[in-house]
């Protein structure tokens, strides 16, 4: 029974990425945009979390780092804070970071909690695991820059742009709460087990496998988005010498 749980498990920490698909719009939501409705906020925020395997992979590894309760309230709520800073901030003043470095990065976050929930950095680079609650202050931010990336491909005017921003940003934490219940109520299922000290270890595997597939995702879109402007940019030169 115990076997079953843990490929249960397993499959679908490896399966995340097909099953929550991508950020996409349906019709109707970029229609509910267009007619300017702000509830439709709420929806994205909330869908863009349930949706976001990067944040739902750091989510999941962060969980696996703490054993209390206590602790889980307070690194969440640290990381809720952090990455709403920035999330408000950023989207306020139109603070604009290339959205495929962030995504990187974002992927190094699930790498760092991962190895950080192996113990690697003592193992492999003989030096302690440094502040665990500082690093996930900084992953926060980063994270809010991503959501803030997500949130300014949408059509806001001027007076809007708070009200818009705050629905956003509840929808992300409602996203957030039931995104977090289901990884407990998962874990649960494991933690008495005997067999629970296997499943952790190779979840922690499985996600530093996916924190690598999802970086090179990122910088391989982004050496084809830089490329594909070099390219544009030097049929344009070429173009305009042949004119004169």
């Not at 399966?15 to 945009?33: R, S």
């Not at 950023?90 to 929930?117: C, H, Q």
């Not at 390219?231 to 344009?236: N, S, V």
Request: net charge neutral; glycine share 6%.
């Amino acid at each position: 029974m115990n076997g079953f749980k843990i490929l249960t498990a397993l499959l679908l920490l490896f399966l995340l990425p097909i099953c929550v698909g991508a950020h996409e719009l349906a019709p109707a939501e970029k229609q509910a945009i267009l007619n300017g409705s702000h509830s439709v906020y709420l929806w994205l925020g909330a869908k863009h979390m349930l949706t976001g395997v990067e944040h739902l992979l750091f989510i999941f590894g962060m969980v696996f780092l703490l054993k209390r309760y206590v602790d889980v309230l307070r690194y969440v709520t640290t990381f809720t804070v952090a990455h709403s800073i920035t999330l408000a901030w950023a989207t306020y003043y139109g603070v604009s970071i290339n959205y495929i470095l962030v995504e990187a990065f974002i992927a190094i976050s699930v790498l760092y909690i991962a190895m950080a929930n192996l113990d690697a950095f003592r193992r492999l680079f003989r030096v302690p695991t440094p502040n665990m609650f500082i690093s996930v202050m900084i992953f926060g931010l980063v994270h809010g820059m991503g959501l803030s990336e997500r949130l300014q491909e949408f059509p806001m005017t001027g007076e809007h742009i708070l009200i818009n921003t705050l629905l956003f940003n509840i929808g992300v934490e409602f996203g957030q709460i039931v995104a977090l219940s289901c990884i407990l109520l998962w874990l649960s299922l494991f933690r008495k087990s005997n067999s629970f000290e296997f499943f952790r270890k190779i979840s922690n595997y499985g996600l530093i496998a996916m924190s690598f597939l999802l970086f090179f995702m990122q910088i391989s879109t982004f050496h084809y988005h830089h490329s594909a402007e070099n390219t544009g940019t030097q049929m344009h030169t070429n173009s305009t010498f042949m004119m004169e």
